[in-house]
């Protein structure tokens, strides 16, 4: 049996907030979840409401893992 390993990538931008899980299996990557949200909480590239945004982040987690 193989091993494959997770990877997670997070893309905090001031209109969204985008995550991407792949797996990488050998030379091989799998897109296996991807989330896309409005970000709140960020403007202009600045965390102006820290609660907020990790509402956003955890919110596009849970659509990747979906």
Same mark, same amino acid.
């Given at each position: 049996?193989? %091993?494959?390993? *997770?990877? @997670? +990538? @997070?893309? $905090?931008?001031?209109? +969204?907030?985008?995550?991407?899980?792949?797996?990488?299996?050998?030379e091989? *990557?799998?897109?296996?979840?991807?989330?896309?949200? %409005?970000?709140?909480? $960020?403007?202009?590239?600045? $965390?102006?409401?820290?609660?907020?945004?990790?509402? +956003?982040? %955890?919110?596009? @987690?849970? %659509?990747?893992?979906?």
């Amino acid at each position: 049996m193989s %091993q494959s390993e *997770l990877y @997670v +990538s @997070v893309d $905090i931008g001031s209109s +969204s907030i985008k995550v991407l899980i792949g797996e990488v299996d050998g030379e091989n *990557l799998h897109v296996i979840g991807v989330g896309n949200v %409005q970000s709140t909480g $960020i403007r202009k590239g600045t $965390i102006i409401d820290i609660d907020a945004t990790v509402a +956003s982040i %955890q919110r596009a @987690v849970e %659509q990747a893992e979906r």
